[in-house]
C-alpha cells in the first residue's frame, strides 16, 4: 500500500475519504471505490499516478464507483503496484488519496472440443504470451471425474475418481498433456494445474488453473494406455461391490511412472471412525472384503520423494440384486410420418425394478407365426418401427436390470397394419 495521503478539505468530496480499487486479479479494468464521498456533482479531472508515473484522464463525471484502466505508463506488467489517485476541480485540488492494486498473470488450459472418450486428448497449460514465468520447480495435475457435488464438495458419492500426479516444468512452465480419454461412469472431467516451487522443504504454489467439461461417448475403455506425463490409474475388477465379496483394485502406471515407496489405503463409508484399511509395498494390487453397504473409496499413492503420484476410485458396495425386472406388455399405436405402402407403428412399455435400477430393455418382433428377431436393445421404454402391409406383427419386451438379471419376455397382442382411405365403410 502506498503511503496514505491525506484528503483535502473540500465540503463537496468530505474529509477524511479514502479510495480503493476493487477488480479481478487478472483484469487491468477495474474500479475506484470512493469511501467517506458525497457525488459533488459536475465534472472532474481524475489524475491516476501509477508507481510515481502520472496518468491524466480527460474530464469526467464523478462516479463512484468509477471506472478506470490501468493499461498506463507505470503499471505495465504484472505485479503489484501503487496508485495515487487526485480529483481536480479545474485546477483546484480537491481529493488525494492513495491504493494500491495488482495484476497477475492468469494461467489458462486449452483442450480440444468436443471431447471424445476412447480419443486422443490434449490439454495444453498457457501463460498469456507477454509473461515470463519464473523459475517453478514442478507442476501439480489433478484429473477427476463425477457429479456436481462430488466435484464442488469432494463428496465420494459413487461418481467419483481421481488423479493426481506432479511432473517437472519445462522453461518455468508445464508440458502438455496427451491422453487417451477413458470411459467413466459419470462423463463430466475436470483438470486443475498448479505450479510450485519446493521452498523449505515444502512447497510454495502459483499459479493455478481448471476447467471442467463433458465428454461423448465412442470408446468404453476404462483405462488409460497412452499417456505424454508420467501417471498411475486406480480400477476396480467390478463396478458394482457386494458386501461379503471381496474386490480387487489394479494400480496402473502408464507414460513412464514408477511405484517407488508406495501406499494402499481403502476407507468403507462417511464417519469419525469409518472401516479402514492399508497395505505398503509396492504391489499393484489390493483385495478388500467390504462386509457394510457404503462408498468404498479406495486409494495408491506413492510416498517418497517431493513429487507426488496417486490414484482413487469410489465405486458403492451393495447388498447383492437377485430380483429380476418387470415390464408390461409393449402397446402398439400408429405412429407418426408419412405413410405410403408402410406404416409406421409406436410402441410403449413400462417396467420396475427393486433392485439396483433398470439397465436397458430387448425387444423382439415375430412375422406371420415364424421365429422371433430381435429389433432393438434400447434404454427408453418406446420405439418406432416402420411395417409393410400384408402381415400379422407380435412383438414382446424384456428387462436387464444393473445387475444383469433378466427380467422375463412380455408378448402384446398379435395385428395387421394396413392403410384405409378416409371414406373407407370400415372407419367409425
Request: aromatic content about 10%.
Amino acid at each position: 500500500m502506498a503511503a496514505l495521503l491525506p484528503a483535502q478539505a473540500s465540503a463537496t468530496i468530505g474529509v477524511g475519504a479514502t479510495v480503493g480499487m476493487d477488480k479481478d486479479p487478472y483484469a487491468r479494468t477495474g474500479n475506484l471505490v470512493f469511501e467517506g464521498v458525497t457525488d459533488p456533482g459536475g465534472t472532474y479531472a481524475v489524475t491516476l499516478s501509477c508507481d510515481s508515473l502520472a496518468h491524466e484522464t480527460a474530464p469526467i463525471a464523478f462516479a463512484n464507483p468509477l471506472a478506470v484502466s490501468l493499461d498506463i505508463p507505470g503499471c505495465q506488467g504484472y505485479g503489484a503496484f501503487d496508485l495515487v489517485v487526485t480529483v481536480r476541480d479545474g485546477v483546484t485540488q480537491v481529493f488525494q488519496h492513495g491504493a494500491s492494486t495488482s495484476i497477475a498473470p492468469q494461467l489458462t488450459l486449452s483442450m480440444p472440443d468436443p471431447a471424445i472418450t476412447g480419443h486422443m486428448f490434449t490439454i495444453n497449460p498457457q501463460w498469456p504470451a507477454d509473461y515470463t514465468p519464473p523459475a517453478f520447480d514442478g507442476c501439480r495435475w489433478e484429473f477427476r471425474w463425477g457429479d456436481n457435488r462430488a466435484l464442488n464438495l469432494n463428496d465420494a458419492n459413487e461418481t467419483f475418481g481421481s488423479m493426481l500426479f506432479d511432473v517437472p516444468t519445462v522453461g518455468g512452465a508445464c508440458p502438455t498433456w496427451t491422453f487417451d480419454l477413458p470411459w467413466v461412469p459419470y462423463r463430466q472431467y475436470e483438470a486443475t494445474v498448479s505450479l510450485f516451487t519446493l521452498a523449505g522443504g515444502g512447497h510454495a504454489f502459483g499459479g493455478t488453473a481448471m476447467e471442467r467439461f463433458t465428454a461423448t461417448v465412442d470408446g468404453l475403455g476404462r483405462r488409460i494406455t497412452t499417456s505424454t506425463l508420467p501417471i498411475a490409474q486406480v480400477l476396480p475388477n467390478t463396478y458394482t461391490p457386494i458386501v461379503g465379496s471381496p474386490i480387487t483394485y489394479t494400480r496402473y502406471l502408464v507414460g513412464g511412472a514408477t511405484a517407488g515407496v508406495s501406499i494402499w489405503d481403502a476407507r468403507l463409508g462417511g464417519g469419525d471412525n469409518p472401516p479402514h484399511w492399508t497395505k505398503g509395498g509396492a504391489s499393484s494390487t489390493f483385495t478388500v472384503t467390504p462386509w457394510s453397504t457404503g462408498n468404498l473409496v479406495v486409494g495408491w499413492t506413492r510416498t517418497q520423494g517431493d513429487f507426488l503420484l496417486g490414484a482413487n476410485y469410489d465405486p458403492p458396495v451393495r447388498y447383492r440384486d437377485w430380483l429380476k425386472p418387470n415390464t408390461t406388455a409393449p402397446v402398439q399405436r400408429i405412429g407418426t410420418g408419412a405413410v405410403s405402402g408402410d406404416v409406421p407403428v409406436a410402441l410403449t412399455w413400462t417396467a420396475a425394478d427393486r433392485g439396483w435400477g433398470l439397465d436397458r430393455y430387448q425387444l423382439d418382433k415375430r412375422v406371420d407365426g415364424g421365429a422371433w428377431t430381435r429389433v432393438a436393445n434400447t434404454k427408453s421404454k418406446s420405439c418406432t418401427v416402420v411395417l409393410p402391409q400384408g402381415h400379422a406383427y407380435r412383438f414382446r419386451i424384456r428387462a436387464i436390470d444393473k445387475a444383469g438379471n433378466v427380467g422375463a419376455w412380455d408378448e402384446g397382442v398379435t395385428f395387421r397394419p394396413g392403410i384405409r382411405a378416409d371414406a373407407s365403410s370400415s372407419i367409425v
